[in-house]
Structures are given as structure tokens and as C-alpha cells.
């Protein structure tokens, strides 16, 4: 609903001021805008342009997973008792009957079981957390595969990273809720996990337990941090990375008629409203889907936290899975100094390679725009291809990432491919190092001879299939150059530019400051930039198509463009010349 | 190893040879030892000894075959009718298989051993059985059931029943839709590397009620949907990227996707 | 704003060393707009329309279907089922994402099929505020500087960011509550010299002549299950978890000949030994224990124990063995413990070696 500004009284004396027409839509537009002034926010907005293309709607899908989570939370949040107090259960669910546990974990029972659509939004909102995150992930990838997240987007970049922890520690202090068997085991992991804090390590434990594991606190504690302080810095966050894609504007791929000066897409009103707003009952619906038909954490199968009871099969949710993999990956290194235990077994995978991958993730692009000295405004995206280096980095973290992950299933990998977990984990230890190098390697030479290849369709246009027999019997295949867009296209993205140091010393011949980190810098630029491959100068390309030109003379005989099309009765595009009867 | 390949490979031969006439009706426990102890010793004896006292290969360090002395007809009713036995090659871990043998031959084998030593028999179908209870009784062994379940046996076989993974390539199988005849059997004699639980660690009722509770999980619905293989989170993170990511980039795709073209131009354009 | 916009040349400020000129291949600009098959025939625009609409009303029948089968389907005592799957949660979960699809396929589809679908095309303007704008703040906030007269009087600025920042100390010692301090409470469990070991769960004690060599029993101190007969004090709610959560021990039989090493004299009964069931890693309850091997495996990250062998890591992350109860047989042939652990269990922490 657009507001008609014709409709708005001009005068705003002590007469009530009235629409000169208009029904009642009119009159409450007038109510609105005479107290909130709307219209001046919106006549901008309204029309705001978004550019249309699949990738751009990952970060859409966490958005909508989030407003499920938030819908079939407070759901829950209606039933659910966050207390630790000891009951006996006496609900529906047979195989529990009168066994002692928490209001938490009876709560959770009388809500699958007993509440009805109870159990799919339990499940739903279980799903949608899965996907939340997931979708946040891909998201990421997105925006760094493309380039998204160089100047002036940084800030936003930082703040996604700041939503992904705190999505994840969301989803752990979720899922540890229920107060079941699994839930409980990963609580008391967390709980080694502090302990093995060096100084304060105890302390802290007792604190966030209100006394010796498991207490009588944490569920509560828990919950709190659940439903009120994450969802807040949540909600805060995702309205401050909305609010600065707004201004920004989304980027756009390059294009004809797409240039860094503008943004090419469909307006706000209608079609980015109808196609955002359907694509959120699409989330909503496929994440119903799933609520009704995947199981997910059967905690009635767990049955209640028991200290003395743990499960095969013990694992955290799929987010945690990565820093679980490390713990498992990490061989049991433990040193007393001056009697002072320091468990490295624990701080290495969970104190410090995740905080560290994260400061990682949060800094690459200013690191990238120190090394390449590029402080200009970025909003078409560039291709992976052409970001050699750095699609490289992401695949090596992502190898990273991948390989820790499968190595927090390794025993599911085990039994389900008959494999032996002492294997697989010694496979691993070598490959978490090795893996990533190779990965970076492969993916940075794949993205240069795509880069080459791209030149070489430029300068010698495309392979048609069409091979060619010469008057002295050689053969090839004719080359037929791409249409102008495809051409633009690819030729859309800046040349790569090498940073040098310019001299060591000031103009008075002493060490100039900072020459040290400017050499460094020149030496990272130029292994980033110097083996990739730069779009062919104008000056290339004509001769190449006079080459080409000439080619065509020699080719004496074929006197009409070819597209390849000419045997397969779709040579339509190629009007006046019929190589066979249709 | 080799020599223990070709042994396997005779005895299935030979067996299929010697395969026996029917057995007979009314036969008493020294004659059904009588004639199991010759099935012993064309189908088990390469391995476990013309005694069933077991080889051990002192050259090499291990062992062919366990001894059998004492392990009871439990034993042997479980390893031969799950097919676990006769072996079919060397591995980590006996794997359940076709069954090889007919029951009336699994008798006389189980009698054979069992004479060798005194063991755990096998048991009678109202020892695994809460046929017998009244429905309150019924229930309340099902709950106990399910806490010695949980206490005792989902650290390996996992809360589902699903199985799990141990050191060194084994595995604890999945008991789902095992006969209770043979998980009481495998508690009683440990089959394998899983520990025994001897009727003086749990008792036969407590055995009894742990039965119980895996059978009521098979009559109680999925009440969430399909179980994933009841793996726990690994499982369900795999579903939550495949069908929850995949379907919704599937939905994006055909969201930014461009309709199909008309060569026509729009009348009053 | 909605005219194909006019060919730029892709950006050119580029330090100055790129000049437009040098773009190998010029920007083309926008496609020319092609119609859809909607636009330009009625007949196909009204079935769209019709296609649409039908989806809407197919939602609202899904959201009646939801209502049905909210009050028709039971859950509860006596579930109903279709297949093997909960009916309740099937038909409410199907209808809902029928109800939310159907939605959201036809919103979608109207904007693909029958909302304009010419792109426009908007002008971008740098992240940062004009020159103007920029000096103009700067100015007030000079201005607002020098009415606070914060330069000038710095006795009043420091003493302020002082009383500001002392409040971290209220905001930090007031979460001082949270929980007790330690103390040495992670060094000692309820095991006590001559408690029996029971069953867990059945709370029976335990003879040496009940197991037979390869049996495993999970046990817990006999104080967690008091009766009259015991005279245990009776024990619940947190404090039992607590002590269970330390308490916890595996008890297994192998032949005595087998056990290589115990971390005490005589801390076995005839092949009997017990450890506790806490990993030393970060505190996972384990008893996959292998009885040929000997070995007992962590199924949270996979540590792997000898017990023969005073229960020494011999896979995974663990570092230290799992620590020994000291057995001996009381005077009607139970099975108790010599002492409490020599050691702390559980997980390693930084005070760990002082206390124990």
C-alpha cells in the first residue's frame, strides 16, 4: 500500500486537517503520516531497488528461520518449566511413567506428548535452529566467495560473524534445555570445558553451576540466556546488518548496464515484497515439512539426565560438531607446571582454534584490503575465479572446517561404512594440516586456469564443436566469438594491481618507519596477485580479432557464420543460410 | 592366515557333504551331544579345536578359535543361530549372517558343548517373556527395563537400540528386531568383546524387563516422523543441510529464476 | 530512474592508472526489456490469475484441515497412528506447511507471472557523508565540547570517567552469588573406607562370587541408595546428582592372570578391579568396555583406557588413566571399597595436583 501524498491535507493550521478525497484507506494514511510523518521515510524506500538472483536470498533464509524460531519459541515457552526440581513423571509417554526427573525434562515430555502440536513445534523449532544456522554459513560463504564483504560492507561482515557465534551459542544453550540424557552429556563436556580454564577454570564452573556440576542452576541460567539476553543481542544485530544493507544497497553482479554507480533490480513494492515476503512462508512451510515428518532429538528415547548415563552415538548438534571433532582429533597432551595442571587436550580445540578461526573469519577483509592498498567502494561482486587467493583461503578453511567436522562423527562414519574410528582419526590427524594446504593449492591454480580460460574465450572467442578440415587436410575447430554482453561480462572486474615497496629509506637515507610491515605487505600482495591472470588490454583484443578476421579470409568456403547449430535444426539465430533442409 | 581361509572354505564343503540325515524325534541329551559332536568336528573343529579346547597359533601370537569349554549352550545357540557362526573369514568382528545350520543341528551342536563344561543354557521362552504379567506389572517392568537399558547398554548400542562404534573397526550391532531369545543369550554369555552380564550381575527378571523395554520401543509409533536411523544429531544435521538447505536454495532458484520469454511485443508498449 | 540505464564505463578510479579508455570492451547497457508470454496475452495473464488464486484457496483449505485434525486426532494414553508415525503431529505438521506453502508459491508466483517485471535501474552514492555534512558535525560537536567546558576543566572530566569506571566493580562483585567457591570439593567423593558397591539403578550390593570373568556391572556407592538396613542417610535432588556425578564407578571380572598392573597393591579381588566411570577428559560417563581386550572406550570423544593395565590411556584425547577404587571383600563377602579415591576424578582442572 502505497501512501498517495496527493491525499494529504496541505494545511496544518487548527482546523482539523482533512484529505481533499479518498475513502477510509486515505483517511488513516492521513492519521498516520500526520503523527509519524511517514510518508518522507517511505517515498524513498518504497521503491528501493533489489537485485534479483538466487544467492542473494541465503541470508534471507536465516532471517525467516529466525522469525520461526522466534514464533514456535514463545510457542513453547508456554509450557515449558525451566527448573531443575525433582518430579515424578506421570504423563502419557508409557516407558517413563513414574520415573524421577526435572520439571525441565517433564515439561518437555508433556509437551510432545500431551500438548497437541506440541511435538511438531517442538520439532520445528528444533529444525528451524538447524537451518537457522546452516543458512547463516552459506550465507557467509556467499558473501566472501564474491567479494561482498570488502569496503564499505566490513562492518556488516563483522557483525554476520558476531551472529553466526552467538546463533551457535543460541542453538547450544537451546538444545541443552530439554535436560535429557544428551543434552545433560553435553552440559557436563561444557563443564570440562571450563575446568580446564587455566586459574579461573574451577571458579567458573562453580559460578555458572551455582555450586559442584550438576546443581540445581544451570537449567534456569540457561533458559535466561535462551529466551531473553541472546535473542536480544540477536535481534539487535540482525536490525543493525538489515539497516546497513539498506543503506549500502545489495550489491549486484556485474553486468550490461550494471555498474558500480548504480543498482539494477526490481523495486521494494511489489515484487521484492511479494517475492520476500512469499519466500517466508516458504521457509516456514519447509521447515513444517520437516517438524512433521524428520524426528528430531527424540528426547522420550534419551530419557532424563542421569550423571552415570551417557549414549553411543553422543554428539552436538551439527554447528558444535567442528570444535567436538578437534577434542577428538587432539591427542591427550596434558603438563603440570610448578603443580598447575594445563590440559591441552581441552584448551587447544575449544579455547583456542575456535576464538581463533572466528577473529580470523572477522578480520580477512581488512586484511585483504591492507594487502592489495584497495580503499574503494566495491558493489558489483566479483566472480571466485577472479579473487584467486582468496577463494583459495575460503576453500582452505572451509577444507578445515570440514574435515574437523566429519571428524566429530567419526564413530557414526565407522559403523555406517564399516571403517574403524582409531582409523579414521589417525587419517585425520595428518589431513586437518595437510588437507587445507592441498585444498588452497588446487583451488588457487583451478581459479587461474579458469581466469585463462576466460581470456581465451575473449580473445579467440568460444568453442563451437565445429571441426574444420583445411585445403591441406589439417583440421581444427572453428572458434566463433561470444555475443558483446557475455563479453562485457567477463571483462567486468578490475585489473589486479601488485603493491611495491617503493624505497627502504625516507628522503634523508634513514630506515623509513614502517618499512618493515610495508615489505611484508608488498611480499602477500605479490603471492596473491602476481600468478593471476589480468582481462586482455584493448589493445589485445583487436589484434586478436583481426587475427581472427584474417582467419575467416583463409577460410575460403564457409562464406556465413556457423554457431554450431547448423546440424542440429536449431540454427534459427542464423538467418539466410540453410546448411540442410529443415 | 592363509591356512585359516582354506580350513573355512573345507569346512564349508565338507559340510555340505556330511549334511545330516533328519533328526530324529525323541533323542536324549547324550545322544544329541553325540551327533553334535560330529557336526563339531567337521564344521567348528578347524578353529576350535577336535575338543573344543581352542587353537592358539604360539607362532604368531594369536588365537584361531576361543575355547568352548564351559561357554555354554547359550553361547552357541546365539552364535549359530544368528549366524555369527561358522565364520566366514577372518575379521574385527563376527558379523551376523545367513544361518548355516537348521535348528534341530544347532541343538545337538549347543548339547555337544554343553557337555563339554557346565554353562549358561539356553533359556525358555517364559524367562524373556512378560507374557505372564499382569498389564501394571507389565508396565513397570518396562520402565525398569528401560533404566537398565539406559544404564547398561546405550553407552554401545546407543539409546535406539541403533549400535554404535567401537575401538579398532568393531562395532556394537543394532537391536532392533533381534529375537529376545538371543539378546537374553548375548547378555548372558557375552558374545564377541561385549561384556557378560552373568545372571548374578543382572538377574534373569532384569534381563527379562531390558527385552521388554527394546520390544515396546518396536509397538510405541515414531511419534516425530521417520527416525533418521535413530544416530542422533550426526543424522540430523545431514537432513537439516540436505532436505532443509537444499529444498530452500531449490525455492530461491526458482524464485530469481526468469520466466519464460515471449518474441511478441506488448500491444500499447 | 526507471529508463535502461545509459552505458557507464565500468569504474575507473582506480588510482588513476586504469583509464576508462583502456576497458577492453565498452558496457553495452541494459537488455532490452522482452515481455513475458503474460504480458503480452490476456487469456494466459487471466490463468495465472486463476492458477493463483487457486493456490490461495488451497491454503485455506490446509488451514482447515489443521483445525480438523487438531481436534480429531488423539495424543496422549492413546495415540493415533498412520503407518509408524505419529498422527497428531503428521497431518497438524502437513497441514500447516500446506496452509504456508500454498501461501507462498502463489505470492510468488504472482510476482514472477503478473507483477511488472521490468528492471530499473537506481544511482548508488558513496558510504560517507558529503563534506558539508561532515564539517558541520564536527562543529557541534566542537561547540558541545566547549559549552561542557570538558578541555578546560579536567579535575571534572577524570573524576567522572573514575566514578564511571569504578562501576564495573558493583557490576562485577555483585555476580559474586552465582555459586560457592570451590574449595576442595572436586577432590573428594562419597566413597568412604568399608562402603559397599552396588548395582546402579537396582541399588543391590555386590559379591565377587555373582560376577563371572568377563562381566561388567555399572555400580554407585551404596550411600546413594539409603535404606533402613544400610542406615545411609537419605539423599536426594541436587546433592544426589552431584555425587553421582562423581561417585560413579565400573566394575569388571577378568582373569586375574590378565591384569598387568593396578595403581595400588591389592586394590583387585580375584581378577575384580573398579575404576571410575568419569572420563578424565572432560567428564563423560564411559563403560564401553571390550571384554577381550580389556578395553573401555569414551563414546563422547573416543579416549580408550586399558583396564588390565591400571586403566592407562591408550587412544584419544584423555591424558591421564581413569582412577582406581581400591577393592576389598567385607566379612559377608561384599564387595567395598578400601578407601576413596586416591585422586580427583572427572576432568583435569588447574588446582587439579594440589589436592590430590
Known amino acids: ?437 592441498i585444498a588452497f593449492w588446487i583451488t588457487r591454480r583451478w581459479c587461474i586456469s579458469l581466469q585463462r580460460h576466460d581470456n581465451e574465450t575473449l580473445l579467440h572467442g568460444y568453442e563451437t564443436g565445429v571441426i574444420m578440415r583445411s585445403a591441406d587436410g589439417g583440421y581444427s575447430e572453428r572458434h566463433l566469438p561470444i555475443d558483446g554482453a557475455r563479453a562485457y561480462e567477463i571483462t567486468a572486474r578490475d585489473r589486479d594491481e601488485i603493491y611495491e615497496l617503493e624505497s627502504d629509506v625516507d628522503g634523508n637515507g634513514v630506515a623509513a618507519p614502517g618499512t618493515r610491515v610495508n615489505a611484508l605487505r608488498a611480499k602477500l600482495s605479490k603471492s596473491m596477485f602476481a600468478d593471476n591472470v589480468q582481462k586482455p588490454t584493448t589493445e589485445e583484443l583487436t589484434e586478436a580479432h583481426h587475427h581472427a578476421e584474417h582467419e575467416h579470409q583463409l577460410q575460403a568456403g564457409l562464406d556465413h557464420p556457423a554457431d554450431g547449430h547448423q546440424f542440429d535444426g536449431h540454427d534459427s539465430a542464423v538467418e539466410g543460410h540453410e546448411l540442410r533442409s529443415r | 592366515m592363509v591356512l585359516l581361509l582354506l580350513g573355512l572354505l573345507l569346512t564349508g564343503g565338507l559340510y555340505t557333504a556330511f549334511s545330516p540325515a533328519q533328526a530324529q524325534e525323541q533323542e536324549s541329551e547324550a545322544e544329541l551331544a553325540a551327533q553334535g559332536r560330529e557336526l563339531f568336528l567337521v564344521g567348528c573343529s578347524f578353529c576350535h579345536g577336535q575338543n573344543g579346547e581352542g587353537i592358539s597359533d604360539a607362532r604368531e601370537g594369536y588365537q584361531v578359535g576361543p575355547s568352548l569349554v564351559g561357554v555354554g549352550a547359550a553361547a552357541v545357540d546365539f552364535q549359530v543361530g544368528t549366524g555369527r557362526m561358522p565364520l566366514a573369514q577372518p575379521a574385527a568382528q563376527a558379523p551376523k549372517k545367513k544361518v548355516v545350520y537348521n535348528e534341530e543341528e544347532i541343538a545337538a551342536l549347543a548339547a555337544y558343548v554343553a557337555s563339554l563344561a557346565p554353562g549358561p543354557a539356553i533359556p525358555d521362552a517364559e524367562d524373556y517373556s512378560i507374557e505372564g504379567l499382569s498389564a501394571g506389572e507389565r508396565e513397570e517392568a518396562i520402565v525398569r527395563g528401560g533404566q537398565i537399558f539406559l544404564t547398561n547398554c546405550t553407552a554401545c548400542h546407543n539409546f535406539n537400540g541403533s549400535g554404535g562404534a567401537m575401538p579398532r573397526g568393531g562395532y556394537a550391532p543394532t537391536l532392533r528386531d533381534v529375537p529376545p531369545r538371543y539378546i537374553f543369550e548375548a547378555m548372558l554369555t557375552g558374545p564377541q568383546n561385549m561384556p557378560n552380564f552373568s545372571n548374578g550381575n543382572l538377574s534373569p527378571e532384569e534381563k527379562r524387563d531390558v527385552i521388554a523395554y527394546l520390544g515396546s520401543l518396536n509397538e510405541t509409533p515414531e511419534y516425530g516422523g521417520f527416525g533418521l536411523g535413530g544416530l542422533g544429531p550426526v543424522s540430523e544435521g545431514l537432513a537439516g543441510w540436505i532436505v532443509g538447505i537444499g529444498g530452500l536454495v531449490g525455492f530461491a532458484v526458482w524464485i530469481a529464476a526468469h520466466t519464460t520469454r515471449s518474441t511478441k511485443e506488448k500491444a500499447e508498449a | 530512474m526507471s529508463s535502461p540505464h545509459d552505458s557507464v564505463p565500468a569504474v575507473s578510479d582506480h588510482g588513476g592508472s586504469v583509464p576508462a579508455t583502456q576497458e577492453p570492451i565498452p558496457d553495452p547497457g541494459l537488455h532490452k526489456h522482452t515481455w513475458r508470454p503474460t504480458d503480452v496475452d490476456d487469456r494466459l495473464a487471466k490463468r495465472a490469475e486463476r492458477q493463483i488464486a487457486a493456490m490461495f484457496v488451497l491454503s485455506m483449505l490446509c488451514a482447515v484441515l489443521f483445525v480438523v485434525a487438531y481436534f480429531t486426532l488423539e495424543i496422549g494414553d492413546s495415540f493415533d497412528t498412520v503407518g509408524y508415525l505419529g498422527a497428531s503431529t503428521v497431518a497438524l505438521g502437513l497441514s500447516l506447511a500446506g496452509a504456508l506453502l500454498f501461501i507462498g508459491v502463489g505470492v510468488i508466483q504472482w510476482a514472477r507471472k503478473l507483477m511488472s517485471d521490468v528492471e530499473i535501474s537506481e544511482p548508488r552514492h558513496p558510504a560517507k557523508s558529503s563534506d558539508a555534512d561532515r564539517a558541520a558535525t564536527l562543529q557541534s560537536l566542537d561547540l558541545g565540547a566547549k559549552d561542557s567546558g570538558i578541555g578546560r576543566r579536567p579535575l571534572i572530566r577524570n573524576t567522572m570517567l573514575g566514578a564511571v569506571g569504578l562501576l564495573g566493580l558493583p557490576a562485577l562483585v555483585v555476580l559474586r552469588d552465582l555459586g560457592p567457591l570451590p574449595g576442595d570439593r572436586l577432590a573428594r567423593t562419597i566413597w568412604q573406607p568399608g562402603m559397599r558397591l552396588v548395582r546402579d539403578v537396582l541399588g543391590t550390593p555386590v559379591k565377587p562370587s555373582d560376577m563371572e570373568v568377563g562381566d561388567l556391572i555399572n555400580a554407585a556407592p551404596e550411600a546413594l541408595f539409603p535404606t533402613e538396613e544400610n542406615g ?120 587439579r595436583e594440589k589436592e590430590s
Open chain 1, 1 to 437: 500500500m502505497s501512501v498517495d501524498t496527493s491525499k494529504v491535507a496541505t494545511s496544518n493550521a487548527n482546523k482539523a486537517a482533512t484529505p481533499k478525497n479518498g475513502g477510509p484507506a486515505g483517511s488513516i494514511a492521513n492519521w498516520a503520516d500526520e503523527r509519524l510523518g511517514l510518508a518522507t521515510v517511505m517515498k524513498k524506500n518504497l521503491r528501493k531497488v533489489f537485485p534479483d538472483h538466487w544467492s542473494f536470498m541465503l541470508g534471507e533464509i536465516a532471517l525467516w528461520s529466525f522469525v520461526v524460531l522466534l514464533l514456535t519459541g514463545v510457542f513453547l515457552t508456554l509450557w515449558y518449566t525451566p527448573s531443575m526440581g525433582e518430579i515424578q513423571y506421570n504423563g502419557s509417554y508409557d516407558q517413563l511413567r513414574g520415573i524421577h526427573m526435572s520439571e525441565a525434562m517433564a515439561s518437555t515430555l508433556n509437551i510432545s506428548f500431551d500438548v497437541r502440536g506440541g511435538l511438531l513445534m517442538r520439532q520445528m523449532h528444533h529444525w528451524a535452529a538447524t537451518v537457522f544456522v546452516a543458512s547463516m554459513m552459506v550465507h557467509l560463504l556467499r558473501v566472501a566467495f564474491t567479494g561482498a564483504h570488502r569496503k564499505p560492507r566490513e562492518l556488516n561482515w563483522v557483525i554476520g560473524c558476531l551472529l553466526l557465534l552467538l546463533g551457535t551459542l543460541e542453538g547450544f544453550t537451546g538444545y541443552s534445555l530439554p535436560d535429557d540424557l544428551l543434552s545433560g552429556t553435553g552440559i557436563r563436556a561444557a563443564d570440562g570445558f571450563l575446568k580446564a580454564t587455566p586459574v579461573v577454570g574451577t571458579y567458573m564452573s562453580f559460578f555458572l553451576f551455582g555450586g559442584e556440576f550438576p546443581g540445581e542452576a544451570i537449567i534456569p541460567r540457561l533458559y535466561t540466556i535462551h529466551v531473553l539476553l541472546i535473542p536480544g543481542i540477536l535481534l539487535a544485530l540482525i536490525a543493525a546488518h538489515m539497516l546497513l544493507l539498506v543503506y549500502h544497497k545489495h550489491t549486484q553482479w556485474p553486468g550490461p548496464g550494471r555498474t558500480e554507480q548504480n543498482v539494477v533490480g526490481f523495486p521494494m513494492l511489489p515484487v521484492y515484497a511479494a517475492k520476500a515476503g512469499g519466500f517466508f512462508f516458504i521457509v516456514f512451510g519447509v521447515i513444517a515439512l520437516m517438524g512433521a515428518l524428520l524426528t528430531i532429538n527424540p528426547v522420550w528415547k534419551f530419557g532424563p539426565y542421569d550423571p552415570t548415563k551417557v549414549t553411543a552415538g553422543s554428539q552436538p548438534d551439527w554447528y558444535m560438531g567442528w570444535p567436538d571433532g578437534l577434542l577428538r582429533l587432539m591427542p591427550g597432551v596434558e603438563s603440570v607446571i610448578f603443580g598447575y595442571t594445563i590440559s591441552w587436550n581441552v584448551m587447544v580445540p575449544i579455547l583456542i582454534v575456535p576464538p581463533l578461526m572466528l577473529v580470523i573469519l572477522m578480520v580477512l577483509p581488512f586484511i585483504e584490503s591492507w594487502v592489495t592498498g584497495d580503499k574503494r567502494e566495491h558493489h558489483l561482486l566479483q566472480r571466485p575465479r577472479n579473487a584467486p587467493t582468496r577463494t583459495a583461503v575460503m576453500v582452505a578453511l572451509m577444507t578445515f572446517y570440514g574435515l574437523a567436522w566429519a571428524a566429530g562423527g567419526n564413530d557414526i562414519i565407522a559403523i555406517r561404512f564399516d571403517l574403524s574410528i582409531n582409523q579414521i582419526t589417525y587419517f585425520l590427524r595428518a589431513a586437518i594440516f595437510i588437507g587445507p594446504l
Open chain 3, 232 to 351: 545411609y542417610e537419605e539423599i536426594e535432588g541436587v546433592e544426589l546428582n552431584v555425587e553421582k556425578a562423581k561417585g560413579a564407578i565400573i566394575i569388571v571380572r577378568m582373569e586375574p592372570g590378565d591384569i598387568v598392573s593396578t595403581q595400588g597393591d591389592n586394590w583387585s579381588v580375584d581378577g575384580i578391579v573398579s575404576f571410575s566411570k568419569i572420563c578424565t577428559h572432560v567428564g563423560c560417563p564411559i563403560s564401553l568396555y571390550e571384554r577381550t581386550t580389556h578395553h573401555v572406550l569414551c563414546p563422547c570423544h573416543q579416549s580408550t583406557f586399558d583396564l588390565a593395565d591400571s586403566a592407562k590411556v591408550v587412544f584419544g584425547p584423555a591424558a591421564r588413566p581413569l582412577p582406581q577404587l581400591p577393592l576389598a571383600v567385607n566379612e559377608d563377602g561384599y564387595l567395598i571399597a578400601q578407601s576413596d579415591f586416591t585422586e580427583p576424578i572427572g576432568a583435569s582442572y588447574w588446582e
